[in-house]
């Protein structure tokens, strides 16, 4: 039997959404109902139209404990869900979680500290990329080097701070409910699309270190393709629907992209020091592979090259090919208004 909640800690909703999740949903929802926060918990699902066994999953756990809910999701779009858990919940604080994350135990009191010390509206931690197989592991490591993304905190670490934007994050209600919500059009980059519009109205985004979130990597070279041709499309459009949004960081693979195609192009057709700056390029995923691999297998640290050029490789052509017609309605609306105020 649960404890009685301690009514002077603020109410916390989880929101999850959920599609094709088997594999991980059960050990994500056992590892919330498990946190080390004393306050009122619930835990809203929001269900896609799944293929494998996810809806099944999902009842059993709705019917283990009268803290989980569900509520459908017929697009299977991940915004829509995010807004529709947010709608059919009821606390003060949202947390997100996704269907493939593991919260560390004290993630949700550690963040309600946080937004309290802080102020901030929105606080968030480090994606912690940890694989179950070679291939999974490699793509962690690279997920977790600055020569694979950066230096963005959220995946590498660093001080806590203001930030641009945060792994899923933990919210104050109101600020949800001022910016309307996730804008339902952008089928990825809506967290950082989001964090853009609160930061805009004056609010403060908090990154910290000590939020970390267990995060399950992509199990194929097709599957980790398509994740960052998406993130390179969508954070296209958000660049167009905010200008100035944009950086250095998040041109770095559109430009190794074209550099490189160049340089064959070049190499193939005119002389071989065309083929310089492929080379160097391969050359410098390889270096750099090396002190990301550190403590793994062989064959994991053998598949970390792979990992890294399929990342930037992915999500530079995904960024140099996302069509101006991708998000027509994100462009003609500068304001999602899908939350209706409590």
């Avoid at 109410?11 to 094709?20: E, G, K, Q, R």
């Avoid at 399929?310 to 140099?320: A, C, K, R, V």
């Amino acid at each position: 039997m649960n404890a009685k909640p301690d009514v002077r800690l603020p109410a916390v909703s989880v929101i999850m959404p959920v599609l094709n999740e088997e594999r991980h949903l059960r050990g994500a929802v056992e590892a919330i109902l498990a946190q080390e926060y004393a306050g009122e918990m619930e835990v809203v699902i929001a269900l896609g139209p799944s293929t494998d066994r996810t809806d099944e999953i999902a009842a059993q756990l709705v019917a283990e404990d009268a803290r989980v809910h569900t509520v459908p999701n017929p697009t299977g779009r991940t915004p829509a869900a995010l807004n529709a858990a947010i709608k059919a919940s009821r606390h003060p604080i949202v947390v997100r979680v996704d269907g493939h994350g593991m919260l560390s135990p004290n993630y949700i009191a550690t963040a309600v500290r946080l937004l309290e010390e802080t102020g901030a509206q929105n606080v968030g931690g480090i994606m912690h990329a940890e694989g179950e197989n070679d291939w999974e592991h490699a793509v962690a490591a690279a997920m977790t080097s600055k020569i694979g993304v950066g230096n963005a905190a959220f995946h590498t670490g660093g001080q806590a701070g203001p930030a641009e934007t945060v792994y899923l994050g933990v919210f104050r209600r109101e600020a949800l409910e001022q910016q309307g919500g996730y804008n339902e059009e952008f089928i990825r980059a809506q967290d950082w699309e989001l964090n853009f519009r609160i930061r805009e109205a004056g609010g403060l985004i908090w990154f910290s270190p000590e939020l970390r979130v267990s995060y399950r990597p992509r199990p194929s070279v097709r599957a980790l393709a398509k994740q960052y041709k998406d993130y390179g499309r969508w954070r296209h459009v958000v660049a167009r629907y905010h200008s100035g949004s944009i950086n250095l960081r998040y041109l770095a693979p559109p430009t190794a992209v074209c550099a490189i195609a160049a340089g064959l192009v070049v190499g193939a057709a005119l002389t071989p020091w065309g083929l310089v700056v492929p080379a160097g390029y391969l050359a410098a995923i390889a270096a750099g592979s090396v002190p990301a691999g550190k403590g793994l297998p062989l064959k994991a640290r053998l598949q970390i090259p792979v990992a890294l050029a399929t990342m930037h490789m992915s999500w530079g052509w995904g960024f140099l090919t996302s069509p101006k017609s991708l998000a027509r309605k994100v462009i003609a609306s500068r304001r999602p208004a899908v939350l209706d105020p409590v």
